[in-house]
């Protein structure tokens, strides 16, 4: 396998929870970064562009670069669903993406790495997802990211620029937020957590793995035109989660067995229902077409993700 070493990249949402560890993973690999950000954070050489749209100059970070990573997003909001709300997240997720494409085209950049999400595929099904899937996005941000795609393919057939788009599922790990760290919390406190009858399929994605993934679509000269679902391995149920993480944190799980019907009634009268149906619907992949295409193998075990998650979270 040849990989490309030692380009010029540039990486948006360079800030974020992803952005910083990825950009400290290319500068490990010998790559030359620029991170681009919305507001200072005081990177080094990172490029400050204030909000992003369809208007955006992104002419001078583009000068002499040869590869982009764009993590840049509006991220999901579970209150958002309403098509009321689809213009604010096309406005960054779409349009400012085929903006910052086209704008890349006509500099020369080769190759834009896009990353998308797993809700592309849908909300959750009995069976693994698979980039073979007809799309069937829920919700205006996986609207948004679905257009968005769409758009990327059409610029990379009208101008050569190379297009991979990765749709992650859940991502942990240090310095992870909203539910999963509420989850660590709950076993960390040692709360009775009704979850023990719950069956079910989630695919998880360590912040290490997906780093290493995002540099290895810029290095590898097969990942052009593809689109990569990825995950660690392997799915796991909730309990099974709830266990690997107290395990990981010395804890036990305190998990007892409520019927899936009873817990769905008491969210729908706590008003809770979204919330409950992340715990007990099924949402995993098959990753198994990156491995094939591109010899990608995680890294990081999920043991030793959610090692460093909780490790971080103390």
Known sequence: MNTLQGLQVAVTGAAG??????????????????????NSVGLPDEAVVGDIGSVTDWRAILSGCDGIIHLAARVHDTSARDAGDLP????????????????????????????????????????????????????VYAMSKWEAEQGLHRISRETGLEIVVLRPPLVYGPGVRANFLQ??????????????????????????????????????????????????????STPQLIRALAQAMGRPARLFSVPPWMLQAMGRLLGRTAELNRLMGSLYVDSSAIRSQLG??????????????VAASA
């Open 88 to 139: 604010v997240y096309r406005q960054i997720n779409t349009e400012a993406t085929l903006s910052l494409a086209r704008q890349a085209a006509q500099a020369g950049v080769k190759r834009f790495v896009f990353v998308s999400t797993v809700k592309v595929n849908g909300e959750g099904s009995s069976q693994p997802y698979r980039e073979t899937d007809v799309p069937a996005p829920v919700g």
């Open 296 to 309: 990608w193998l995680p890294p990081y075990s999920m043991n030793v993700g959610l090692a460093a998650t």
């Open 17 to 38: 929870f992803v952005g910083r560890a990825l950009c400290e993973g290319l500068v490990q690999s010998h790559h030359r970064v620029t991170p681009v950000v919305r």
């Open 183 to 236: 989850l660590i919390h709950a076993i960390e406190r040692g709360w009775p957590l009704p979850l023990d009858a719950i069956h079910n399929h989630r695919s998880l994605l360590y912040l290490g793995n997906l780093t290493d993934a995002l540099r290895l679509c810029l290095e590898h000269p097969d990942a052009a035109g593809r689109t990569f679902l990825l995950d660690d391995g392997r799915a796991v």
